[in-house]
Structure formats: structure tokens, C-alpha cells
């Protein structure tokens, strides 16, 4: 077949036919139509000549070129499609390297198998061109809710038809209970949207917490004008959900609002997601306060919170255990999602039991340690004395302050906490020089001999070992791995050393052996803010 007047504006036809088919631009159509038919010019005349075709966009005249690039005398290496400047001289009158010499030659007659290799060639464009447009026209709404129909089920995954392509909704995206079938409606997530070799992949979602905050945007205007907020979203999707909100109008209230009158926009929400139950709970700066709103419609006695492990105890009456804990764990687990806290649910009777326990143990202490009778270590105990430390240096007013308490009873018991603390301290050196602790540790101001003993146990033995510590190998740390905190025990954790203070020894060391300047250490003090200790955990490595 050659490209003769007959059907040179037929070309033009099934260019703008194929584009408006798949929502393209024409010319992206002719491109590939130039390229294939320049590929069938090339099978004619030879490999290596550089054949161009360009149609008139107008008449669809498909005009064949020869072109030859002009190189250097010794860059010549392809005859059919480079030349000499010497060469040159024959078409142009004063040729410069990198020139172009175009030769119109006469179109080619495509046989069966050129005119099927050409129809590859434009329907792989087309494709491309298909693919680019629809990502170009996706990417930008991901993290938004769009409308399609189901087209088909494969292995579990459902295909939708999202208008100008086709969205993904794999079975752990579908809440639990759903069930489709070929042209049904359905409102979906768009989680995201990749370019992949095979096409644009836009993946949708029913489960992601983000559907629920987007279905409350599309039913809450207040929410849509900024005017309330959704600050954490936890779900067990097709279950039950929880949606902390605040208000920044005083005069709104957050949770009313999205509740609606008589619930009729919360039950909207409600009514897309299958009937999953919804608590909505107001939010608060407080972490305390939040997480007592959180575990509604429990009852909480008392929150202990413990920032530095991310941890939170709650205690909550005998009756409302099973309350605070939900179905299968339900209440507590959705809870610790809202807050990004891992929560121990404690009752009353749990956290009386634990504190008795604590004050036996710490009235024992004091019995065995200082030498004295129950009712006096109690006393003690009961006045908040936890360490012999704090009896050894506290000023002894606070003894006196004591029921029964005189001078000479506070001047003994002070007296048999340091005996008792020095007997200690030098066991510990003992224990430390026996397992080959150098002086140079034991000399070094900042560390107990307690502490000496654990470094030793843990084999830093010298200075030099200590300076190459890390703060988390002396003060511990928490580390996320696959979404879970993971707890890194430090040598010195037992002693309350905190990450500033083993960050403060460890460089004190470094400065002494003579490995950092002080002068630079006080330049990037002063030239740079201290990291936080989120930070410093963040960036700890791991053991």
C-alpha cells in the first residue's frame, strides 16, 4: 500500500477517529503514525539511512526525507547518514559540522508485513499516550473520594470503572461483609496512584481511615470550611470507628455538628461503610484528657502517663474492665490508635494490689538496709522515701517533719544509710576492679560505682571503651521497626541516667582523651539548637 492522493486525507480521518476513541490529542496519533511509516522507509532503503516522515496536517501529504548529518573527517562512520564537510560542499556552499542534508525520496509501498509492523507501532503509541494521560489526569486525586462500577471480580480484587480508566479495590481494602457485583455503584478511596511498566495503577480503598475523614468532609460543611477538624481517625473497619474532632469557632460544637440533627450525618457515614458504629470523641492538647475521651463509653479512674516509653496506664473501676477493653479488645485497641499510645488497662483493685506490693518491697528494704523495725520502715514509705540515697542526704528537717521523729533518731538513721551506702559503693568497686576495670574509669567524675560494676559487666573497661559508647547503649531508647516500638535497654538505664546526661559524659570522656576540641565543641553549641530527645531517638542506630 502507498500513501497516494486517495488516501492521504483518510490518514487524517483515523488519526482524529483513534484519538477521539481514547481521549487523546491528534498529533500524539500522526506521531506515531510518522514513526511507523519511517521504520517501514527504513526496512526499504537500508538500516542505517536516517529517514524522517512528516505529514501535512492539513492535507495528510506524508512527505519521506533522507537526512545526513555533516562530521569531521575522522568522525565518519555510518556513510548513509553522516558525510564530510568536502562532501558537503556538493549540496551547500559552506558547510559547518552539524549541518543536515534533507532529500526528499519517493514514498515506499508497504507490503503485508511493513503495513502490520506500522499498526504495532501505532497502537503501542497509543497505548503510551493512553497511559500518560490517564496518570497525568489521577495523580493529582489521590486522597480523594471518587464514584465508579464494578466491571469485575479477579482472584477476591475487584475492577472498577472509574470513568477515563480503571481503579483496583483489593480484598484487604473492601470492609469485610461487602459483596459486589458487575455494574454496581460503588464509592471508593483513592489511596494511590503509581506509573508501573504496565500502565498507571490507581489503587482504591473502603478500609482507610482517611475515607471515613473524607465521607465527614462531603456531609459536615463545617468540616469542609476548615472551621472543625478531624485530628485522628482509628477503625476496625466494618466494626466500629472512633474520629477525634476539634472546633476552632467557640460556638460550634464539634461533636454536635457532625452527629447532625437527629444523626442524620453521622448516619449517612454510618450508612456507606456498612453500619460500622462510630464514636465521636472531642479532642484535647491534654493526652490525659483525650485518652479519657478516647476510651468512652468507659468510666477512668486514673491516668498514669510515661512520655519517654510512649506508654500509658489507665485505671478504671472493677466493672468497667470489660467495658474499657471492648469485644475481643476492640475499645482499647482503637483507643491506642487515636492516641499513638500503647495503653495497660489496670483496675482498681490491680493498681491497690501493685501498690501494696511496691511498699512491702520498699519497706523491706529499709528494715534489712538501715537495720530497723516495720512500723519505723513504713513510716518512712509512707512519707515518700523510696532510695537510701534520699535518707542519707535529705535534709534531715524532712526526717524531723516525721511523727515520732527526733534529732537523734534522724542523725542514726542518716548515719546507717551512708555505712551502708559506702559498704555498697565499695563491693561495687571490688566487683569491678575484679573483672579488670582500670583506673581510668574509676576516676571518672559522673559515674558511681554502681555504675562502674554494670559498664564492666557489660565489658567497658577503660576510658577509651566509654568514649565509644553511644548515648542509647548507656541510656536506652525506643526504636520503631515494622510499625512497633522496640525497646533498647541501656547499660545505665536501671540508674535514671537520662540521653542528655550519657550524651554530656560520653563527649566529657572524648575531651579528655584528647578526641574532640573543646573550643569546636563550644562553636556547635552555640551555633546549633541541642536535638530533642524525639529526635535523638529517631536517629539512634540500632545494636
Known amino acids: 500500500m502507498a500513501i497516494t492522493s486517495a488516501n492521504q486525507l483518510e490518514l487524517l480521518?483515523?488519526?482524529?477517529?483513534?484519538?477521539?476513541?481514547?481521549?487523546?490529542?491528534?498529533?500524539?496519533v500522526v506521531q506515531a503514525m510518522e514513526e511507523s511509516l519511517a521504520r517501514a522507509a527504513k526496512s526499504r532503503y537500508g538500516a542505517d539511512m536516517d529517514i524522517r516522515v512528516a505529514i501535512d496536517r492539513k492535507t495528510g501529504r506524508a512527505t519521506f526525507t533522507r537526512v545526513r548529518t555533516v562530521v569531521a573527517d575522522d568522525a565518519l562512520e555510518?556513510?548513509?547518514?553522516?558525510?564530510?564537510?568536502?562532501?558537503?560542499?556538493?549540496?551547500?556552499?559552506?558547510?559547518?559540522?552539524?549541518?543536515?542534508?534533507?532529500?526528499?525520496?519517493?514514498?515506499?509501498?508497504?507490503?503485508?508485513?511493513?503495513?502490520?509492523s506500522a499498526k504495532q507501532v501505532i497502537l503501542q503509541k497509543v497505548r503510551e499516550a493512553e497511559r500518560d494521560r490517564q496518570y497525568e489526569e489521577f495523580k493529582d486525586r489521590a486522597g480523594t473520594i471518587i464514584n465508579g462500577m464494578v466491571k469485575r471480580e479477579e482472584y477476591g480484587n475487584i475492577i472498577?470503572?472509574?470513568?477515563?480508566?480503571?481503579?483496583?479495590?483489593?480484598?484487604?481494602?473492601?470492609?469485610?461483609?461487602?459483596?459486589?457485583?458487575?455494574?454496581?455503584?460503588?464509592r471508593c478511596f483513592i489511596k494511590d496512584v503509581r506509573r508501573e511498566a504496565r500502565g498507571p495503577q490507581i489503587f482504591l480503598s473502603r478500609t482507610a481511615p482517611e475515607f471515613m475523614s473524607e465521607l465527614f468532609k462531603m456531609e459536615v460543611p463545617e468540616i469542609y470550611d476548615g472551621i472543625i477538624e478531624i485530628k485522628a481517625v482509628a477503625r476496625d473497619p466494618g466494626s466500629r470507628a472512633k474520629i477525634a474532632v476539634i472546633s476552632y469557632d467557640s460556638g460550634i460544637d464539634p461533636v454536635g455538628a457532625c452527629v447532625g440533627m437527629r444523626g442524620s450525618r453521622v448516619q449517612a457515614v454510618v450508612n456507606e461503610l456498612q453500619g460500622e458504629k462510630i464514636d465521636i470523641i472531642p479532642w484535647n492538647e491534654d493526652q490525659a484528657t483525650f485518652l479519657v475521651n478516647a476510651l468512652q463509653p468507659a468510666e477512668v479512674s486514673k491516668v498514669v502517663i510515661d512520655e519517654e516509653a510512649g506508654k500509658i496506664e489507665v485505671v478504671v473501676p472493677d466493672e468497667q474492665l470489660s467495658l474499657a477493653i471492648?469485644?475481643?479488645?476492640q475499645n482499647v485497641r482503637l483507643a491506642s490508635m487515636l492516641t499513638g499510645l500503647d495503653i495497660d488497662i489496670l483496675t482498681e483493685a490491680d493498681e491497690s494490689a501493685r501498690r501494696q506490693a511496691e511498699f512491702a518491697e520498699r519497706s523491706a528494704l529499709f528494715m534489712e538496709a538501715l537495720d530497723i523495725d516495720e512500723m519505723m520502715a513504713q513510716l518512712l514509705v509512707a512519707e515518700g522515701f523510696t532510695t537510701l540515697e534520699e535518707v542519707a542526704y535529705i535534709e534531715q528537717d524532712e526526717l524531723l517533719a516525721i511523727d515520732g521523729f527526733d534529732e537523734d533518731t534522724a542523725d542514726e538513721l542518716q548515719a546507717r544509710a551512708r555505712d551502708r551506702l559506702e559498704a555498697v559503693n565499695q563491693a561495687a568497686l571490688e566487683s569491678a576492679r575484679a573483672l579488670g576495670v582500670e583506673d581510668s574509669l574509676i576516676g571518672f567524675e559522673g559515674l558511681t560505682p554502681q555504675m562502674i560494676e554494670?559498664?564492666?559487666?557489660?565489658?567497658?573497661?577503660?576510658?577509651?571503651?566509654?568514649?565509644?559508647?553511644?548515648?542509647?547503649?548507656?541510656?536506652?531508647?525506643?526504636?520503631?521497626?515494622d510499625g512497633q516500638r522496640v525497646k533498647d535497654d541501656g547499660v545505665l538505664e536501671p540508674f535514671d541516667v537520662s540521653l542528655e546526661?550519657?550524651?554530656?559524659?560520653?563527649?566529657?570522656?572524648?575531651?579528655?582523651?584528647?578526641?574532640?576540641?573543646?573550643?569546636?565543641?563550644?562553636?556547635?553549641?552555640?551555633?546549633?539548637?541541642?536535638?530533642?530527645?524525639?529526635e535523638l531517638e529517631t536517629d539512634a542506630p540500632r545494636p
Open 13 to 28: 480521518q483515523t488519526a482524529e477517529a483513534v484519538a477521539r476513541e481514547k481521549m487523546i490529542d491528534p498529533d500524539l
Open 78 to 116: 555510518n556513510y548513509h547518514a553522516e558525510l564530510t564537510v568536502a562532501q558537503a560542499k556538493a549540496h551547500l556552499e559552506d558547510p559547518q559540522i552539524g549541518d543536515e542534508i534533507r532529500e526528499e525520496v519517493p514514498p515506499v509501498e508497504l507490503g503485508r508485513i511493513a503495513a502490520q
Open 160 to 186: 472498577v470503572d472509574i470513568g477515563r480508566g480503571e481503579g483496583i479495590l483489593r480484598r484487604n481494602e473492601k470492609i469485610g461483609r461487602e459483596s459486589y457485583r458487575p455494574n454496581d455503584r460503588i
Open 326 to 329: 471492648g469485644r475481643r479488645g
Open 454 to 481: 554494670a559498664l564492666a559487666k557489660d565489658d567497658v573497661k577503660t576510658l577509651e571503651d566509654f568514649a565509644t559508647c553511644a548515648d542509647w547503649e548507656l541510656a536506652g531508647g525506643w526504636t520503631t521497626v
Open 501 to 534: 546526661e550519657a550524651q554530656h559524659l560520653i563527649m566529657t570522656a572524648r575531651v579528655m582523651l584528647g578526641w574532640v576540641d573543646p573550643t569546636e565543641l563550644e562553636a556547635d553549641a552555640d551555633s546549633a539548637d541541642a536535638p530533642d530527645e524525639a
